[in-house]
């Protein structure tokens, strides 16, 4: 055999030891399973289709007698929040830690007069506490300025902290325009704290309004604290 054809049939062995190697150090297995579009689904008595976050219909894979669906279509249509650490190869399901605003993850789009990512400390002193960030942004006389703070993945949880520069009301909406909170009132200085259901949402929508009767006739601030904190 020619010194060439030695050297690339080394070359090729490697490699293909290497791919052998990968696969086995995956620790996958090979089965056969099959798509099957039989299987009918009823959600609370009701009728049911399995669709992705894209809303693509997900077929069901049936392997030696049982049914599966994927792990993060169950978890959506349950609300228990789902997320996946590829580094590591954990899935993570329900409450995990707590994520506070701080955090690097989270996204903040804003319809508003004003709007401050404040970090000067002096403007942060509420009820005698020293806090460290917050976002404030106008209310409205009705619930036309918002916040939207997009969580970066799905979670149940909004341990939600503000404090108004006026007495006022909000309103929490999701990603959707649907509401997850009753009227919550705001007094004047004063650091409130509620839980929003999130109903596995990523997002969350804070509309802070005063009335279309209320004296004031500028827009007050609403401050988020940045130590809210989603789970």
Do not use: C
């Not at 506070?100 to 009820?127: H, N, R």
């Amino acid at each position: 055999m020619k010194k060439t054809s030695i050297i690339l049939l080394v070359i090729l062995t490697a490699v293909f030891s290497l791919a052998t190697g990968a696969f086995a150090a995956s620790k996958l297995t090979t089965i056969q399973a099959y798509l099957n579009g039989e299987v009918k689904f009823l959600k609370d008595g009701e009728s049911w289709r399995p669709t992705d976050d894209k809303g693509n219909e997900v077929l069901p894979i049936t392997y030696d007698g049982t049914t599966y669906l994927p792990l993060r279509v169950v978890a959506n249509v349950l609300n228990i929040p789902v997320s996946y650490n590829d580094a590591e190869k954990i899935i993570s399901l329900g409450e995990g830690k707590n994520v506070s605003l701080y955090s690097k993850e989270m996204k903040t789009e804003y319809s508003s007069a004003k709007f401050f990512d404040v970090i000067d400390k002096k403007q942060l002193i509420f009820g005698g506490k020293q806090y460290n960030g917050a976002f404030a942004f106008s209310a409205s006389p009705g619930e036309s300025y918002s916040l939207k703070i997009d969580f970066g993945q799905k979670y149940s949880t909004l341990h939600l902290m503000v404090v108004a520069k006026a007495t006022m009301k909000m309103k929490v909406y999701n990603g959707a325009k649907q509401l997850l909170s009753d009227e919550i009132s705001v007094v004047e200085g004063e650091v409130k704290e509620v839980d929003v259901d999130l109903k596995g949402s990523q997002y969350a929508e804070i509309h802070p309004y005063y009335g279309y009767d209320s004296n004031l006739s500028d827009y007050p601030l609403l401050y988020v604290l940045k130590d809210s904190y989603v789970k």
